[in-house]
């Protein structure tokens, strides 16, 4: 149980009671060994603090105020031994005990808006939580979107490449088979088709339908018989 509260006194912790909130008390950390002299007198008091509190049997706070007085309960709430040195108490499951460290006799007591405001402070630690919760979704959602996008332009572009080297290969199939018609048929442009045009006499009709022709016998003369000329 918790040594009785007494008057404080210069250069000596003194425990004056045990409190249900540590009102403007802060947490210093859990000690491994804890103690009375600990907490209040090797931590607290040696960061210059005049007040000190031990919660949980483990764990040390430091200030300049007292709690409220209305924070105030019965001494058998703090109950819990102190870790490696059990014959202290060193407050009880949330509840504090209190000590003056002997910095100073006048110190001054924390209102009662502090356990007010300690309250509001715990609820709206609780907020975070879900704000980075909802941080995280919305983050993933904008980079399910980022991957998304990247992938559709990449199919994108993945056609369009195809489409330029299908372009770029028959581009320099119809150059090759252009080169390979010139080689047989120099001097003669390519036709719309590709090919190339040869003109041929026998297709013309009116070359066709021609009997006659420049420098041949008649066919109307008989050049069997010898013909005698007087000479």
């Not at 008057?7 to 004056?16: E, F, I, S, T």
């Not at 993933?140 to 998304?148: D, E, F, M, P, Q």
Request: hydrophobic share 30%; net charge neutral.
């Amino acid at each position: 149980v918790e040594e009785p509260s007494a008057a404080p006194q210069l250069g000596v912790a003194v425990v004056q009671g045990c409190y249900s909130s540590p009102g403007e008390l802060v947490s210093i950390g859990v000690l491994d060994f804890n103690s009375k002299d600990k907490c209040s007198v090797l931590n607290c008091k040696a960061r210059g603090y005049s007040v000190a509190a031990t919660m949980g049997g483990n764990e040390c706070y430091c200030g300049d105020k007292y709690p409220p007085k209305s924070a105030v309960v019965n001494d058998t709430n703090c109950n819990a031994p102190c870790t490696g040195y059990g014959i202290e108490a060193c407050g009880g499951i949330f509840f504090y005990t209190v000590y003056n460290t002997g910095q100073t006799m006048a110190v001054e007591t924390s209102d009662d808006s502090v356990l007010s405001s300690s309250k509001s402070s715990s609820t709206t630690t609780t907020k975070p939580t879900s704000s980075s919760g909802g941080s995280s979704n919305t983050a993933g959602i904008a980079a399910g979107v980022v991957v998304g996008v990247v992938a559709v332009a990449a199919i994108f572009g993945g056609i369009f490449f195809f489409m330029r080297r299908r372009r770029n290969k028959e581009l320099e199939e119809e150059h090759r088979r252009n080169a390979a018609i010139s080689t047989f048929f120099p001097g003669k442009p390519p036709s719309s088709s590709g090919g190339y045009s040869v003109s041929d006499a026998r297709l013309d009709p009116v070359m066709a339908q021609r009997r006659v022709s420049n420098g041949s016998i008649a066919d109307n003369e008989d050049y069997s018989r010898k013909i005698l000329r007087v000479s």
